[in-house]
């Protein structure tokens, strides 16, 4: 299983979940999260986390 965070660009036109899903899909994970949501109509960097990931993006004042 992958263990880290991935940073993407989440595009126009989807949620931040949908973003995940389809990350969680295209990677076969079975656990992912997000540590922000952004509305479906903004773009911006989202970040994606799985496995030990999980646990270090409930405190983003960790990721520098």
Same mark, same amino acid.
């Given at each position: 299983?992958?263990?880290?965070? #991935? $940073?993407? $660009?989440?595009?126009? !036109?989807? /949620?931040?979940?949908?973003?995940?899903?389809?990350? *969680?899909?295209?990677?076969?994970? *079975?656990?992912?999260?997000?540590?922000? /949501?952004?509305?479906?109509?903004? /773009?911006?960097?989202?970040?994606?986390? @799985?496995?030990? =990931?999980?646990?270090? !993006? *409930?405190?983003? @004042?960790? #990721? =520098?």
């Amino acid at each position: 299983m992958i263990n880290g965070i #991935l $940073n993407i $660009n989440k595009p126009e !036109g989807i /949620t931040s979940a949908k973003a995940v899903s389809k990350i *969680k899909k295209k990677l076969q994970l *079975k656990k992912a999260g997000h540590t922000g /949501t952004l509305d479906p109509f903004a /773009t911006g960097i989202l970040l994606i986390c @799985f496995k030990c =990931g999980n646990k270090v !993006g *409930k405190y983003p @004042f960790l #990721l =520098g």
